[in-house]
């Protein structure tokens, strides 16, 4: 099934390479020992492929609210980066 308004893939997509950015620079090794840092218990390891939201999780997040049926439209990404495939790197 196509999607109707990319901007709501294109908004997905765009959150997803900032995630894994954001993962790629809290790991990426910094000291001369090779020691990669450390992320926080709190950061989420998501990924290589992603998939958009299920409504139990939406319902989750939202409280019980409204759902909006355009998040299932959403088409699963993979990501090929050097976080998730070291050898690229």
């Keep these: 099934m196509n999607n109707l308004n990319p901007q709501f893939q294109l908004q997905w997509e765009s959150e997803i390479i900032e995630y ?9 090794t ?34 019980g609210g409204a759902i909006d049926p355009t998040i299932q439209y959403l088409k699963p990404l993979n990501i090929v980066h ?8």
């Design 20 to 28: 894994v950015q954001f993962l790629w620079e809290k790991t990426r």
């Design 30 to 63: 910094w000291s001369k020992k090779g020691e990669p840092n450390k992320l926080g218990a709190n950061v989420p390891l998501l990924g290589p492929q992603f998939m958009s939201p299920s409504y139990l999780h939406i319902q989750k997040w939202s409280g």
């Design 82 to 89: 050097p976080f998730y495939y070291p050898q690229l790197a």
